[in-house]
């Protein structure tokens, strides 16, 4: 399913998972390696989403031959 927040869920983890190296390690700049990936996931899904957008509204304008 494309459209979703679930798309997003890599970049959100990551997110998360930096955040928590943060605050749990010193020095904190260990997490920046986690929120880096979350940003190029962010990026790559993004990327990915605007195909598959631009599809289904082509897809959604198109009307079925009347049947005879």
Do not use: C
Request: glycine content about 8%.
């Amino acid at each position: 399913m494309t459209g979703d927040w679930r798309d997003w869920r890599p970049a959100i983890w990551l997110t998360m998972l930096g955040i928590a190296v943060m605050l749990l390690f010193r020095p904190f700049y260990f997490g920046a390696i986690f929120i880096g990936a979350a940003l190029g996931a962010a990026i790559r899904i993004n990327q990915r989403r605007r195909p598959a957008a631009a599809a289904a509204a082509a897809t959604r304008g198109r009307k079925r031959a009347p049947r005879s």
